[in-house]
């Protein structure tokens, strides 16, 4: 078969596909993307991008999808010049928002097309007025209203559509829901897991003979992924344990949500306003997968927190870790923690609460084990890698057939007729 690719990061959700894909010599895969660096093996790396910036006078609502327009250009241009050099695709599976998938039926109107959504953004009700500080306005509901432009564009064109997690789809409108396949990319459990043994060295870090290690891990450090409850939390734990250290993985960064002015950091503003030990917080910014999985496995508790958005991979990564996992009670994270079943959960603005549920946590490390075991088995039965994988090629594979729905599970095998006596 003959898969094509889109996405602007490379390899992105789409590196464990397009390893196993890339091992069949009996497929061609493509990949389009504006990332230069990386290679992986039987993959022929495409590139397209924008002609020109968008412009400073377009209307604030339509810079996205002017955006998303100009990136389905540059994809249309590579696509003709594959399509010159003889590849025509079965398949063409891209990521939607940025416009990659927008024009990729105009080019090949017989190839299928599976795109990938990770979210469909709301005025109200989800991400958006989730925090106390949003004031959502007319322009606001106005201008989050255009902004899925590009995605309904795909929900449109696409033959079939994929979403990470239940919760996800629920934020699609019905109309198209049922187009749409709830199945998460998956995570290596292999790799992702307990070691009893494991001590808190990373790089110069060496916190191997403290106690009271909680960490946190996202991408970025903002509201929109719980930081300043969090750090709220810090301070208040400080204060009552002298013993105490955090390590906090990440880059000092909003990856969503409203940006601060030029030169502010939600941490630097943090670490100004509260008083945290700064020899008791340890700030790793983003590190090798070897690094970070040591942070897991070291950790004593470990805190994860979002508002009702796309949930992070950390997220599972922790739990298939067999990390003790406090959590913020919103929904993304309720359709995976149990609380006290696989993970705590605490109320998301609660800093107090947060604090308190920590060091309890702490305190009981004997008596919340069975939690610890809890989490990494249902990392292992819903998320593990080793399932996932094949129901994501199966998936590609029944869309690029014309199989609708798709079945995500591979058939089952015929029994074997009865010998007759």
Request: hydrophobic fraction near 35%; glycine fraction near 6%; aromatic fraction near 10%.
């Amino acid at each position: 078969m003959r898969f094509l690719f889109l996405h602007n990061n490379f390899p992105a959700q789409y590196r464990h596909i397009i390893t196993a894909l890339g091992k069949d010599p009996s497929h061609q895969v493509v990949f389009g993307t504006h990332a230069k660096h990386g290679e992986i093996p039987g993959v022929v790396k495409a590139y397209y991008g924008a002609k020109r910036e968008v412009k400073a006078d377009t209307h604030h609502y339509l810079r996205n999808l002017e955006s998303a327009v100009l990136n389905g250009q540059g994809v249309y241009r590579m696509c003709v010049e594959l399509k010159s050099k003889g590849f025509y695709p079965d398949i063409v599976c891209a990521h939607s928002g940025w416009g990659p998938g927008l024009f990729v039926k105009d080019v090949f109107p017989k190839a299928k097309y599976l795109s990938y959504f990770e979210w469909f953004y709301r005025a109200h009700g989800s991400d958006s007025d989730f925090l106390p500080d949003s004031n959502i306005s007319a322009d606001d509901e106005c201008r989050i209203r255009v902004r899925n432009s590009a995605i309904l564009l795909d929900l449109a064109s696409c033959d079939w559509g994929l979403c990470p997690t239940e919760f996800q789809r629920s934020q699609f409108p019905d109309v198209f829901k049922s187009k749409l396949s709830s199945l998460h990319d998956g995570v290596d459990t292999d790799f992702f897991k307990p070691d009893p043994d494991a001590r808190m060295i990373v790089g110069d870090l060496d916190l191997s003979d403290k106690k009271e290690v909680i960490t946190y891990s996202t991408r970025g450090q903002e509201p929109y992924r719980g930081f300043p409850q969090f750090m709220r939390a810090v301070e208040r734990m400080h204060a009552e344990r002298p013993d105490l250290h955090v390590v906090v993985v990440g880059q000092d960064r909003v990856a969503y949500g409203k940006q601060l002015p030029e030169g502010q950091s939600y941490r630097k503003n943090l670490m100004a306003e509260l008083n945290i030990d700064p020899e008791r917080i340890h700030f790793t910014d983003l590190l090798p997968y070897g690094d970070y999985l040591k942070v897991l496995q070291a950790s004593k508790v470990h805190y994860y927190s979002t508002v009702p958005f796309v949930l992070s991979w950390s997220m599972i990564e922790s739990l298939a870790t067999g990390c003790l996992v406090v959590a913020s009670d919103t929904e993304p994270v309720r359709e995976v923690i149990k609380d006290g079943r696989n993970g705590l959960l605490v109320d998301f603005y609660d800093e107090k609460a947060i604090a308190d549920r920590m060091l309890d946590a702490l305190d009981n490390q004997e008596k919340y084990a069975p939690i610890r075991k809890k989490a990494r088995e249902l990392a292992v039965k819903n998320y593990d890698l080793k399932k996932q994988l094949p129901k994501q090629l199966r998936l590609i594979q029944e869309v690029a057939q014309g199989n609708f729905p798709p079945r995500l599970v591979a058939p089952p095998k015929p029994k074997r007729p009865r010998r007759k006596k």
